[in-house]
């Protein structure tokens, strides 16, 4: 069995698929950032606590990839994703295949496989769209 590991550490936690991302929120202007940070990007703030943000979002933009990178092969779905914290996340798109992608829709954060590497599988966050992909 393979290792896993995050494709980036610190992004989140995340056991058998499941987890949260992690982010920060400035103690002073209330801003919530993700990926965590020294400051704020708000204030410039330096007295920021670790926070874990919502799981679950709605497709704020969207594009189908149709040129091969490193790691995925085309088709793939990238997008961002609005949290109800008020930021939003980048992130790779799946399951939009069966449920076709429309902006606005809700989304819910999953942790799978991006790639192997060597005798590692490297994981990351990914959303997926909700139940029948439709909005609220």
């Known amino acids: 069995m393979k290792a896993r ?15 949260v991302l992690l982010g920060a929120k400035c103690k002073h202007c209330g801003q919530i950032i993700f990926p965590k940070a020294e400051v704020c990007l708000n204030c410039l703030g330096q007295d920021l606590e670790p926070t874990e943000l919502s799981q679950n979002g709605k497709l704020y933009s969207y ?15 990238i997008g961002w994703i609005e949290l109800p914290e008020g930021i939003r996340i980048f ?3 799946r399951g939009w295949q069966e449920y076709p ?11 799978e ?5 060597e005798d590692k599988e490297v994981t990351g966050y990914i959303f997926r769209p909700s139940g029948n992909g439709e909005g609220v």
């Open 91 to 93: 992130s790779q798109i």
């Open 5 to 19: 590991v995050p494709f980036r550490e610190g992004l989140f936690k995340e056991s058998d698929g499941k987890g």
């Open 63 to 77: 594009t189908i990839v149709h040129m091969p990178s490193e790691h995925f092969t085309p088709p793939y779905a």
């Open 101 to 111: 992608l429309k902006t606005g829709m809700n989304m819910s954060l999953t942790f």
């Open 113 to 117: 496989r991006l790639w192997d590497e």
